[in-house]
């Protein structure tokens, strides 16, 4: 109980309803080892007010947590870019949470394509602004 001087504690928060990050993408996986849902790959484009936000790294977390494959990035016109692959209900989910975004974001649109899978494999990675 004893405290470096300018030094303070505080336990992290979770918000209720969310998982810890260890146990979404056990799941994830535990999902694409059984088959779960056909491979799908979305490409979409996010307008409003989602630059300076951190939709970006959110985006990434949200994405990884559900096992998904591909990227995000800033467009300069003030769009997010992002393309996903993986389970179709994780992508379907992932695309549910787009429309909303983090806390600080005001998403207008979130315009949705679907795409032929290309397989790609190596996580959800943020990319240079395009």
Not at 16 to 32: H, I, L, T
Not at 38 to 52: C, E, L, N, T, Y
Not at 54 to 62: D, G, L
Request: hydrophobic residues 35%.
């Amino acid at each position: 109980k004893h405290r470096a001087p300018g030094r303070s504690w505080s336990a992290p928060t979770w918000r209720p309803g969310r998982k810890r990050r260890a146990e979404a993408m056990a799941e994830a996986s535990d999902a694409q080892e059984a088959g779960a849902g056909d491979v799908a790959r979305a490409h979409a484009f996010v307008s409003g007010k989602v630059q300076g936000v951190f939709y970006r790294k959110n985006t990434v977390i949200q994405a990884s947590e559900r096992g998904l494959a591909g990227w995000v990035r800033n467009l300069r016109e003030g769009r997010v870019e992002l393309a996903a692959e993986g389970p179709r209900a994780q992508v379907e989910d992932l695309l549910r949470w787009c429309r909303t975004g983090p806390r600080k974001a005001q998403v207008d649109d979130v315009e949705v394509s679907w795409e032929t899978p290309e397989g790609v494999s190596g996580g959800f990675r943020q990319l240079k602004d395009g």
